[in-house]
């Protein structure tokens, strides 16, 4: 029996990582926002490991932060150790992570949304879409209850038709053997939307009384404070290290004796897997050559004793894990607390989606994170972040927010989805963006802060804290090309004492900077500013003065690719209608149906001759167009 439960202007359909920014976006930007999930101990749930950043990942939490999102903040409140990875490499790919205490994680981010106005938390499952020609308003739970809205969200993760497989075992099941969500995945079919079906796996988890830590190499984090918001604010919690080991010749036989018992290779597993985060039984035959692969212990948190054995995702029986797991150096006599799994699920194929996140199917129904094709938190957070801005947005009569791919990280991630798509789980790469000398770590709220201040998620006095900076850096780049230095003893002293050539004239600090074994902090024993510099400003200044040739080097291939992206194409555009277009070209032109030559560019089977054919269209429109104003 159906019944009326409520009206809303938002609702989001599930509550992991995607879910829980949409909804705080879209009720902190005046809208008012129901958010569901099918059960309330799921809230923000890190159902594989316990961690958040790394290479490209943290680029994207920073940038979440910059933009007014949640994740950032909520990771320094509740982690256990933190760590800037690449630091022996260049400033584009340094990278924070954080390992997190995940029941900790989830009690604070269900703590926020509980107390942010215009937002309701509830436990429902949703069965379908309430759909009225052509336009999303609202879903229907399986109790039959009816929640209208004006504006839906899909951030369903893992759970359309969910399915946990452990050696010849299976059954329906969400991650952690929660309950999956079928009946919406069936409704989506019905709808035209054309599904893929994707698998990813976790490790299982051990009792770390039960592990011989002495066998290990302690990972531990790092003594500097470290903070994934930029607001700064340290929590004072004390670093829990991780540990590192790994599988011998053993393991490797073990694995290679039951093969045939692995679903991945049985047949069982029908869904595509992630590229870029294998199964141990998927390494172990892909790089058969190799003695030994890595295995980080990593503690789940402050107040357990369940430890994340990364490098160890598998599918394989249970009886061939405990065996593999004892295989490995300091795990001899480790215990099993939960199981690894493989499990399998539905996810929307992103070329459905335009850059805001609405579906081009059905309109004001909007989708982010693993039901986009995407795997890890990051991601998810940054598209239901996306998604949940330009839901509203919409609603507003406002253009959506679409950020390029020289903007940031989740620019490069969404462009990447609904323009080439994903046929297997989607990873954030920092080799994914042609941008990232500009894409840094260390500059996510000079590229973004001001955007989240327009669009109303970054208040007043976080704007002024950030104008304040900008300006201030400013005024450290101007001082150093004005302020020289001469070769005086205490100058030359400093440079021999660095191994850097002497002076013999006048030089501009800036110049002297410049030296790879100079570095800001060098310059202000012999030439201080007249007023206090913070560290984030020093790292700022030292990174574009250093690294400024190449810097202005990819700022002009940006500005050569806001041409292209300047010209507009119509999303009604037939392009069958376009002569001199190749046959591939007009199909995946159809399909995507790209909102710009740019994005046509990087269409998989659009080569540069149907970019010049497009160009050529254009132009004839251009100059028709003048004609009639004539």
Known sequence: MNFE?????????????????AALASARLGAKTLIVTISLDSVALMPCNPSIGGPAKGHVVREIDALGGEMARNIDKTNIQMRMLNTGKGPAVHALRAQ?????????????????????????????LIVNNGVCEGVIANTGAIYRAKAVILTTGTYL???????????????????????????LKELGFELIRYKTGTPMRLNSRTIDYSKTEIQPGDDLPLTFS???IVYNQEQVPCWLTYTSARTHQIIQNNLDRAPMFSGIIEGTGPRYCPSIEDKVVRFHDKPRHQIFLEPEGRNTEEVYVQGLSTSLPEDVQHEMVRSVPGLEHAEIMRSGYAIEYDAIFPTQLWASLETKRIENLFSAGQINGTSGYEEAAAQGLMAGINAVRKLQGKNPLILSRSQAYIGVLIDDLVTKGTRDPYRLLTSRAEYRLLLRNDNADLRLMEIGHDIGLIDEERYERFMKKKDLIVMELKRMKEEVVKPTPEVQELLSSVGSTPINNAFSLETILRRPEITYDHLAIIAPAPYEVTPDVREQV??????????????????RMKKLESKRLSPDLDYDKIPG???EARQKLNEIHPINIGQASRIAGVNPADISVLLVYLDSLTKETMHHVK
């Open 230 to 232: 930029h607001d700064g």
């Open 542 to 559: 030292e990174i574009q003065i250093k690294y400024a040739g190449y810097i202005e080097k990819q700022l002009q291939q940006v500005e």
């Open 100 to 128: 997190a205490d995940k029941v900790a994680y989830q009690r604070e981010m269900k703590r926020v949304i509980e107390k942010q106005p215009n937002l309701t938390l509830r436990q429902v499952l949703v069965d379908q």
């Open 581 to 583: 277009l190749a046959k």
């Open 161 to 187: 038709r969910g399915r946990i497989i452990i050696g010849e075992l299976a059954y329906e099941s969400g991650p952690n053997n929660l309950k999956p969500s079928v009946k919406l995945s069936e409704n």
């Open 5 to 21: 439960a409520g009206n809303y202007d938002v609702i989001v359909v599930g509550a992991g990582h995607a879910g829980v920014e």
